[in-house]
């Protein structure tokens, strides 16, 4: 079922939109000006509200994430965000804090000295997909 107040707010921001199939919406792409409506946004209940541009290929799976880069109103946004699940996954960065390691330590591979266990260590965390700034930070020795 569509939410037609979803559909109104939307309007309000890019201008009517032209019924299409399954209950999405065509609207004038913001970002590549096409002279067709070629931006078709999902607006079923229940849906993340996936939009796509047909033709410059901008997508998102959010109706706030579109309004956002249209540069719609704060009034707007926040009453989108009231009707849709939003999470802004920047809010919630973890801080990491330096660690000062005593003058004692000493890292557990050392290549400079041809240290075998530890170019396999390294190696097993290459596969792993652990970057080379997570390895420097932990000291493991690069």
């Given at each position: ?11 309000s ?11 999405n ?74 660690i000062?390691?005593?003058?004692e ?36 020795g690069?």
């Amino acid at each position: 079922m569509v939410n037609h107040l979803l559909v109104n707010i939307v309007n309000s921001v890019l201008g009517a939109g032209k019924a299409t199939a399954r209950g999405n919406q065509a609207y004038h792409c913001p970002f590549c000006h096409h002279s067709k409506p070629k931006l078709e946004v999902n607006f079923t209940d229940g849906q993340k509200n996936p939009w796509h541009c047909w033709v410059c290929n901008k997508k998102g799976t959010n109706l706030v994430t579109l309004l956002k880069q249209a540069k719609a109103p704060d009034d707007k946004i926040a009453e989108i965000k009231k009707h849709v699940s939003y999470k802004d996954y920047r809010d919630n960065t973890k801080k990491v804090e330096a660690i000062n390691l005593p003058k004692e330590f000493k890292p557990f591979v050392d290549i400079s000295k041809g240290d075998m266990t530890g170019r396999q260590a390294l190696a097993y965390l290459k596969r792993r997909n652990v970057s080379k700034a997570d390895i420097l930070r932990y000291n493991i020795g690069y």
